[in-house]
């Protein structure tokens, strides 16, 4: 099944057929003019330049007037091997439809909304048969059923006519095109970036992500750059300012030779308030007890660290190289 982008924004245009493996690009004056194109020739010349297939509008009232803004379009600069005129079904449309058949010249017949329409086109000669889903099912009628019809129509009496699903409004739609065996769909750019979407998809590639960073990243690339000490001298209350100043939850406390005598958490600070009150504030940090601080060397691999965590449901862990002190990890750093 080919797919086609359905637009006339320039900007999202570039960025879809960047991606590579889209087969054309169906664009209408309708969505010229909403997009405020006042020179629809340049724009489509500029298009021409950056899609495998372009289809494009050839409008006339009578046969003779659309074969001739067709040829005018590639006179002006169009890829007749690279271009599908689009023509509203009609029976002027229809003959033009042959007559540029005739000259190999490509036709996409479409505002299809009957398989009486659909037909038409096909024994004309169209290489695009192109029913409206979208406006079809916005009348309450069964749009899908048409489809399967013109899909039907074409594998039963052989014509070399492919059916083009349009008037795309959903994902599910997509999947409707697909389950129906039509030949071409076009989508527009929001449902295009919806298409390779899920939600278990994301779960699964964020966890693809995590275990390979446990496995791969360690400690001290994934620690904060900042080494939240306080010597034990320093009051309480100074220690306070500092955790807050550092942006930690906790301050390492050090003696003079840089040795953690262990770390002071938020956590503290309620326990020792509610022990001792306020004046707690103007002890000295040695003045107050710790356990033995969970720590880890900087060059070990994050998933030793996450077991830490999970072992000891901490949320900090103390970084050290060669047993000095030179940060924390939070558990948000994983």
């Known amino acids: 099944m080919e797919l086609y982008l359905d637009s006339a924004d320039y900007n999202e245009i570039e960025k ?39 289809q494009v509008e050839a409008l006339g009232h009578t046969a003779e007037e659309i074969y001739a803004e067709a040829h005018r379009q590639i ?8 271009s599908v005129f689009k023509i509203p079904i009609s029976l002027e449309g229809v003959k033009a439809c042959k007559m540029l058949r005739n000259e190999d010249i490509m036709v996409n017949v479409h505002l299809v909304y009957t398989l009486q329409q659909a037909y038409m086109a096909m024994h004309a000669g169209a290489n695009y048969v192109c029913p409206l889903v979208g406006r079809l099912q916005d009348q309450g009628h069964d749009a ?19 059916i083009m699903f349009s008037s795309v409004r959903n994902i599910e739609h997509v999947r409707n095109a697909i ?20 939600n278990f998809t994301k779960l699964g590639t ?55 005598k262990g770390v002071f958490t938020d956590g503290d600070l309620r326990r020792v308030l509610q022990k001792d009150g306020r004046d707690v504030l ?53």
């Open 16 to 54: 879809a057929f960047k991606l590579g493996f889209l087969d054309g690009l169906t664009t209408t004056p309708t969505f010229m003019h909403r997009h405020g194109v006042t020179d629809t020739d340049s724009l489509i010349l500029k298009l021409a330049d950056i899609v495998p297939v372009l």
């Open 75 to 82: 006179k002006m600069g169009l890829d007749p091997k690279k």
């Open 144 to 162: 899908l059923s048409l489809v399967e019809q013109c899909v039907d129509a074409v594998d039963h009496y052989g014509y070399d006519t492919k």
């Open 179 to 198: 389950n129906i065996g039509v030949h071409n769909i076009t989508v527009p750019y929001k449902i295009l970036r919806q298409m390779s979407e899920n």
């Open 206 to 260: 964020e966890q693809f992500y995590e275990h390979t960073r446990l496995m791969t990243v360690k400690v001290k690339d994934s620690m904060s750059k900042t080494n939240p000490l306080v010597m034990s001298d320093t009051t309480l209350q100074d220690a306070i300012i500092k955790m807050s100043e550092y942006g930690f939850g906790c301050v390492i406390v050090t003696n003079g030779l840089n040795e953690a």
């Open 282 to 334: 103007n002890k000295k940090m040695s003045d107050l007890s710790y356990n033995t601080p969970i720590s880890i060397e900087s060059d070990e691999l994050l998933i030793k660290a996450s077991e830490l965590f999970k072992t000891h449901k901490v949320d900090n862990i103390l970084v050290t190289e060669k047993g000095k002190p030179v940060g924390l990890l939070d558990i948000q750093d994983l």
